[in-house]
């Protein structure tokens, strides 16, 4: 059964950092893409960003909102995947979600609970 | 960046009624669209992809059609447990952008 489960969210001051954690079960992730996708209260999905598999070198694509202040990476030791946030804003309130897509597309079909990040003073 | 715009934003229907959501991209994205439906507290759901392939375990009630900047889905005969927010999503080129939502509600 394929499995994503987020954590690592929390309350975070504007300017803070916070790191959050994606980890996948029931599935080859070394050869999978994984997205993240935010979702503030009450409002649409914003597409965060993607790192690929290994079969396409692991490489790194952004939303222009977030492009130097997020950093997606991977560990395939732990089947994990990671969104680091920097110079965080109280825009960037959200649930975060990590999401794996069909193989060979960008459609998404499986997606974690997600994980609330607050930021705020 | 593509911009997707589905309308209507909301709905009101009744179980059994056959309802149709559309979006259109701001510029052509061939085949490259999905549709996935979110209840609250919940994470989203792929219901279609590829504008018009029905996923894996989703019933046939649903269905997509569409290529080029305008996308269709259609509920056939609405049950009670598609109450929901649908949204369109755009696959052609990054940033993956998605519609604003449509939220179906019991009429």
């Known amino acids: 059964e394929v499995q994503l489960v987020e954590s690592g969210g929390g309350l975070v001051q504007p300017g803070g950092s916070l790191k959050l954690s994606c980890a996948a079960s029931g599935f080859s992730f070394s050869d999978s893409a994984i997205h993240w996708v935010r979702q503030a209260s009450g409002e649409g999905l914003e597409w965060v960003g993607r790192i690929n598999g290994k079969v396409h070198d692991f490489g790194s694509a952004y939303a222009a909102s977030m492009k130097g202040r997020f950093t997606i990476s991977r560990d395939e030791s732990r089947s994990t995947a990671y969104l680091q946030m920097n110079s965080l804003k109280t825009d960037d309130t959200a649930v975060y979600y990590c999401?794996?897509?069909?193989?060979?597309?960008?459609?998404?079909?499986?997606w974690g609970q997600g994980t609330l990040v607050t930021v705020s003073s | 960046d593509i911009q997707m715009t589905q309308s209507p934003s909301s709905v009101s229907a009744s179980v059994g009624d056959r309802v149709t959501i559309t979006c259109r991209a701001s510029q052509d994205i061939g085949s490259s669209l999905a549709w996935s439906q979110q209840k609250p507290g919940q994470a989203p759901k792929l219901l279609i992809y590829a504008a018009s392939r029905l996923q894996s375990g989703v019933p046939s009630r649903f269905s997509g059609s569409g290529s080029g900047a305008d996308f269709t889905l259609t509920i056939s005969s609405l049950q009670p447990e598609d109450f929901a927010t649908y949204y369109c999503?755009?696959?052609?080129?990054?940033?993956?952008?998605f519609g604003q939502g449509t939220r179906l509600d019991i009429k």
């Open positions: 999503q755009q696959a052609y080129s990054f940033p993956i952008t």
């Open positions: 999401a794996r897509p069909i193989s060979g597309t960008t459609f998404v079909d499986y």
